[in-house]
């Protein structure tokens, strides 16, 4: 099965029920541990992960992940060692999807065509990168098609029709839907405005959506899986790590899987 397959099927159902990926960055704290936090979370019920791929000037992420990307700099996690995680991680039996992020420049560096292709063969079904606009991405959009690779597009509420139009045109796997709006309150858990975003993409793309959206509790996880496909959390899985180590992380994924089943 290739990874687009596995990614499409994993969403096949997510109607009746939100998918839950969380996202962790390679390398942090150290190699072992992240990889360990990554086996664990998939063990505890997620259904996808986003392996992180640190970088050291991340635009789209959040001071929590930035500090994290920075000690995985440190550590001296590279593009390699982050595709060879993901071998690590499926000899170890885990085998729901692994989609790779990366920001752009560590794949320019590394070569497009040997990325995917080293990163496909190491078990990644699919490809996330931030900063690559669907109007620029054509020669990756056709080595993750020759790959047999999902690549997800990102799309954000200041999306105009035309960008959201292409992005439902090029994406395979899902569309990662990004808020740039925070919760104005605790009762008004999802915004009004990230409601009419994702009804504005579902109007335009058959592709399952994923928002990532700041998600750290359990409750919030299941009020945007009341309107999305797919729940990304990234932040609160870093903190857990040094909160709590590997006993947090999984009872945490056990709870946000649990409120998203009912």
């Known amino acids: 099965m290739s990874g687009l397959q596995l990614v499409n099927e994993t969403f096949s159902n997510a109607k009746k029920r939100a998918r839950l990926m969380p996202y962790f960055p390679v390398g942090y704290p150290d190699l072992a541990m992240s990889i360990n936090v990554m086996e664990a979370i998939a063990r505890a019920g997620a259904d996808a992960i986003e392996v992180g791929v640190p970088f050291s000037d991340p635009l789209a992420d959040g001071p929590t992940i930035q500090a994290a990307t920075q000690i995985a700099l440190e550590n001296g996690t590279t593009l390699r060692i982050c595709i060879k995680a993901v071998e690590e991680l499926r000899q170890r039996g885990v085998t729901i999807p692994l989609i790779l992020m990366s920001y752009v420049n560590p794949i320019m560096a590394y070569g497009l065509e040997a990325f995917v292709s080293d990163a496909t063969q190491a078990g990644t079904s699919g490809f996330i990168v931030p900063d690559l606009p669907a109007d620029e991405a054509d020669e990756f959009q056709k080595l993750t098609e020759k790959y047999g690779a999902a690549f997800a597009h990102f799309l954000a509420p200041t999306s105009n029709e ?41 109007r335009v793309a058959s592709q399952p959506l994923a928002v990532g959206f700041g998600i750290g509790t359990p409750e919030k996880a ?7 496909d797919g729940v990304i959390i990234g932040s609160r899985y870093i903190s857990l790590v040094k909160e709590g180590g590997l006993d947090a992380v999984v009872k945490f994924t056990r709870d946000v899987r649990e409120s998203l089943e009912k």
């Open 222 to 228: 299941r009020a945007i899986g009341e309107i999305a």
């Open 162 to 202: 035309s960008r959201i139009k292409l992005a439902a045109s090029r994406a395979r796997g899902f569309i990662y839907l990004i808020s740039v709006t925070g919760v104005t309150g605790e009762r008004d858990i999802v915004p009004a405005d990230l409601k009419e975003f994702v009804q504005r993409v579902r």
